[in-house]
């Protein structure tokens, strides 16, 4: 279905202020929703944020007050949307399990977006994180059992398998070998840009939140364990970040940020079975129609540049969740022991690297010490395989309590 936002009518600027009963949404049912449903709020709660946090960055760098005065109220608005999406998670959740959800977002949305890149050094970087967000799942979810004697598929149900990806002890690089070569703006599809807005604001979103629940902990192996994954979603988000073009210029990227709102709104609306939030998915799809024209206006008036130079004549394909349980395990199989070496992939690994793993993990690495204590506690380390044998024989054999006493 052909779709250009720029050609629909939205809802008038002036008419989007909301009062805090709109804005105090009813979260959805802990316990009845659907995984990619909870998955969906998660990933518009990034999209926002990043919207907000780069409207705030660019009012830093831009010497205008009208312009600056036009981002504060496109910002007032997004701040509006920001927070009548994130209200949907229900208090009831605990930290724990919405952080489940986050990583099921991670892994889901990212072997999504692998399948569907059209370039080829995109999709690898894509393929490269995806394992990592993979192992976050899976060192989460032992400690769900450990700490509140829970399993992790009353949260992700069976869509997503629950096993090790890269083991996060060896998620430590050297940062230099984080950053990677960015597309070219005036080459790139249409649909890679928007990958690598999308997956940059999910992982910024992860790394923001892990920076502030980690010390809510009170077991030492949880706050070591959020200590250690935080650190890995820093890298990510230093890797997708440097894959946008920093040749866009402030209002390029505005102009993009707000279509890229509109992109996830609309891809979004289209899966949602949830008749409320989808209500909520298609009103923020109206909101940012206009909001992406005002950022548009601003491009025709600072830079002298028509929003149809840059922007494509329809949507590209949408993001969709959906199980890649079968995708992610040929990338298992590939890629589980690859690293980092510039901006590039490698199988044996480099020195730095080696000597950067040594130094951050001495003492032990609290993404293995979580496996060994619930093998302890429980008899046996937390898996949840549904779909055959684990596809890496390195990594194939699970925990248990003789081996960790052993």
């Not at 083991?167 to 984080?178: K, V």
């Not at 609306?269 to 005002?294: F, H, P, T, Y």
């Not at 130094?359 to 055959?388: F, H, K, L, M």
């Amino acid at each position: 279905m052909r779709f250009n936002p720029l050609e629909e009518a939205g809802i008038p600027l002036e008419k989007q202020l909301r009062s805090w009963s709109e804005l105090n949404v009813e979260p959805y049912e802990p316990h009845g929703v659907d995984p990619y449903t909870r998955c969906r709020v998660i990933v518009m709660n990034g999209i926002e944020v990043e919207a907000i946090t780069f409207s705030h960055q660019m009012n830093r760098h831009v010497d205008d007050i009208d312009l600056r005065q036009k981002l504060a109220y496109l910002r007032y608005i997004e701040q509006q949307q920001q927070k009548s999406i994130n209200w949907l998670i229900p208090g009831q959740e605990s930290v724990l399990e919405v952080v489940l959800g986050y990583e099921q977002v991670a892994t889901d949305i990212t072997a999504w977006v692998a399948r569907n890149e059209p370039d080829p050094y995109l999709r690898q970087n894509y393929k490269f994180g995806l394992l990592e967000d993979f192992d976050h799942l899976y060192r989460y979810s032992n400690l769900y059992e450990l700490t509140q004697g829970k399993k992790a598929q009353a949260i992700v149900d069976y869509l997503t398998e629950v096993m090790p990806g890269r083991p996060t002890s060896h998620h430590h690089r050297h940062p230099e070998d984080n950053i990677r070569k960015h597309y070219d703006k005036h080459t790139v599809d249409p649909l890679s840009r928007m990958h690598a807005i999308t997956i940059t604001a999910a992982e910024q979103q992860t790394m923001n939140y892990y920076m502030n629940v980690g010390p809510e902990f009170v077991e030492p192996i949880a706050r070591g364990l959020y200590l250690e994954i935080a650190m890995v979603e820093e890298e990510h988000v230093t890797q997708y970040e440097s894959m946008l073009d920093p040749a866009e210029s402030w209002l390029e990227q505005l102009v993009h940020h707000e279509y890229n709102e509109c992109y996830m709104y609309w891809s979004f609306a289209q899966d949602e079975d949830d008749r409320r939030i989808k209500q909520v998915w298609e009103l923020n799809l109206a909101m940012e129609i206009e909001q992406l024209k005002a950022a548009a206006d601003l491009l025709r008036r600072y830079d002298g540049r028509e929003p149809e130079q840059i922007l494509p004549a329809e949507m590209p394909q949408p993001t969709k969740f959906q199980p890649n349980k079968d995708f992610i395990r040929e990338v298992i199989a590939e890629q589980v022991d690859i690293t980092t070496f510039g901006t590039g992939f490698v199988a044996e690994w480099p020195e730095r690297y080696i000597k950067h793993m040594a130094t951050v993990n001495a003492g032990g690495a609290p993404s293995e010490q979580v496996i060994d204590e619930n093998a302890q506690r429980n008899g046996r380390e937390y898996r949840n395989i549904t779909d055959g044998p684990y596809p890496a024989e390195q990594y194939a054999r699970e925990k248990v309590r003789e081996e960790v006493v052993r």
